[in-house]
Nanobody
Framework: QVKLVESGGGLVQAGGSLRLSCAAS????????MKWFRQAPGKEREFVAA???????YYTASTLGRFDISRDNAKNTVYLQMSSLKPEDTAVYYC??????????????????WGQGTRVTVST
């Protein structure tokens, strides 16, 4: 079992930056794909970014170039650096982990572990 705990959310003005952290415990994250999803009010949960166990980086069209996912296996922690934030980035951000197939790296289906979420609010 892996427990994931996010932190770093908050209120930021449009154009600003935030760094989310996801601390894992219970197992080492090194063999897992680490992912970030988000869910805005009234919308479905959507993929944000992923870092595969083999070192690949995956983003969406809306987060590529603005968000940066990284991990520190020694600290068993994953980060999401978010820059040039927009009001439409407002959501609860969830850290997730799984050992699924790489072709499903952007999917939530294979996710085995979820964090409780951290809220990000981007004001105009």
């Amino acid at each position: 079992q892996v427990k994931l705990v996010e932190s770093g959310g908050g209120l930021v003005q449009a154009g600003g930056s935030l760094r989310l952290s996801c601390a894992a415990s219970g197992e080492y994250i090194e063999p897992l794909h680490m992912k970030w999803f988000r869910q805005a009010p009234g919308k479905e949960r959507e993929f944000v970014a992923a870092h595969s166990s083999s070192g690949g980086y995956y983003y969406t069209a809306s987060t590529l170039g603005r968000f940066d996912i990284s991990r520190d296996n020694a600290k068993n922690t994953v980060y999401l650096q978010m820059s040039s934030l927009k009001p439409e980035d407002t959501a609860v951000y969830y850290c997730a982990a799984d050992a699924g197939r790489i072709r499903l790296i952007r999917d939530s289906g294979p996710v085995q572990y979820w964090g409780q979420g951290t809220r990000v609010t981007v004001s105009t």
